[in-house]
């Protein structure tokens, strides 16, 4: 069974950092695109970055210089590292695989505030 599990979020003020984990489980996980999205309170769930299964990475335009993802294939684990963070951070993120599987983990919240 494919299963997502995010965590690494919390509370914190702008400027500050955060390390979101995703551990992922029943996928051929070195052979994935792996990507992080986001969804803020009232709105559509968002793209965020995409990390290849050959290591390239894609960012959106507002993360781009703040946020760096990476994997891990021997623990079937993708990162992402959030530097800077302002309010509009704030989301619930998760993360899947590129295109999205049909399962998705619960998120994990994070909350900026300024």
């Known amino acids: 069974q494919v299963q997502f599990v995010e965590s690494g979020g919390g509370l914190v003020q702008a400027g500050g950092s955060l390390r979101l984990s995703c551990a992922t489980s029943?996928?051929?996980?070195?052979?994935?695109?792996m990507d992080w999205y986001r969804q803020a309170p009232g709105k559509r769930r968002e793209f965020v970055a995409r990390?290849?299964?050959?290591?390239?990475?894609t960012y959106v335009r507002s993360v781009k210089g703040r946020f760096t993802t990476s994997r891990d294939n021997a623990k079937n684990t993708l990162y992402l590292q959030m530097n800077n963070l302002k309010s509009e951070d704030t989301a619930v993120y998760f993360c899947?695989?590129?295109?999205?599987?049909?399962?998705w983990g619960q998120g994990t919240q994070v909350t900026v505030s300024s």
């Open positions: 899947n695989t590129g295109p999205p599987n049909s399962n």
């Open positions: 029943g996928i051929a996980f070195s052979g994935e695109h």
């Open positions: 990390i290849s299964s050959t290591g390239d990475t």
